[in-house]
């Protein structure tokens, strides 16, 4: 904001003097002009600053820059041309900092002062426009339109970034990095309606740490937490980027496997296992790590995510019923 205001009151500044010399105006309201163009942009900078509320201070610096545009409406005596010009990028600038809200607000603001100073001054009118006061006001037309232009799209930029962001933390699990279940869900729903359209194969994998509470219990939340981070960093490693591996919650982990048979699924489900195997500690505790893992293959007969889901958790349940640290597929 400090540097378009900086912009706007030197671009202003212009045609307000133009007109103001042209009607022979008195030298401390050309002075005052010079304030309002030079100083007036750092004072409302540090006023922001030492708010502590800076939004809202910010709001009433541009409400004020409102009500100095209509004063200086009224000084030129309603002269068109720059008249209109700033009526009309003030106001653009209030919509594009605040909304509708703001706008109204130095709409009024800028309606009552002018009104105001504009009567002081006899309601003096001067409607035509000099080659000078044209030429004046052309780089304000166009410099600060370009300039407001650019500022809005890289606010929109910065927003639509920041909501990727958001949107991606959203379909994430905190702790470990990997997607949550509404990402799952999400890319399964996909994949079955993809899988309708297709003759290919596609799994789903369903992994369960054995044990994972006696872990908690033994060594603390704080090994548990590190063990689901080593776990999840083991499944990043084992699969493509073309897959999913989430966490359903708990020490449940699901991972989609799009385009893959059972006995491909089953080689990746080995390479996870062999990989957990071989962890003897964590966070400097003595742990070991096996898993019981359940794949599915995708059949036309799911109507949606849960039945995928439940064949997976089906083929889990069946390994861990077989002793645990086990492959289950089918």
Known sequence: MYLMRILGTFLCFLPILSVL????????LIGLLGLNAFVWPTVAL????????PL?????????????GG???????????????IATILLADRLAAGGYPLMKKAAAVMLVVFLASWLTQGMAL????????????????????????VLTNSIAMRLRFKSRELERIAMMDPLLDIANRRLLEKRIDNELHNLRQSHR????????????????????????????????????????QTDTPARLGGDEFVILLPDTSLEEARVVATRIMDAAAVI??????AVQCTMSIGIASATREMDDVTDWLQAADNALYQ???EGKNRIFAH
Not at 21 to 28: C, D, H, I, N
Not at 71 to 85: D, E, G, K, V, Y
Request: glycine share 4%; charged share 20%; hydrophobic share 45%.
């Open 46 to 53: 540090l006023r922001s600053r030492r708010s502590a509320t």
């Open 21 to 28: 010399l042209e009607q022979q105006r008195s030298a401390w």
């Open 71 to 85: 004063f200086w409406i009224a000084m030129m005596a309603a002269n068109p041309l720059p008249s209109i010009t």
């Open 319 to 321: 390994a861990k019923r």
């Open 126 to 149: 001067v409607p035509w426009v000099s080659q000078r006061t044209l030429y004046a006001t052309l780089p304000l037309i166009g410099i600060y339109t370009v300039a407001l232009s």
């Open 201 to 240: 194969e596609s799994a789903l994998m369903f992994i369960d740490i054995d044990n994972f509470k006696e872990v908690n219990d033994r060594f603390g939340h704080k090994v548990g937490d590190m063990l689901l981070v080593t776990v999840s960093q083991i499944l990043h490693i084992a699969t493509r």
């Open 280 to 285: 003897e500690d964590v966070a400097e505790e």
């Open 56 to 68: 809202t201070t910010e709001h009433q610096n541009l409400v004020l820059d409102a009500g100095a």
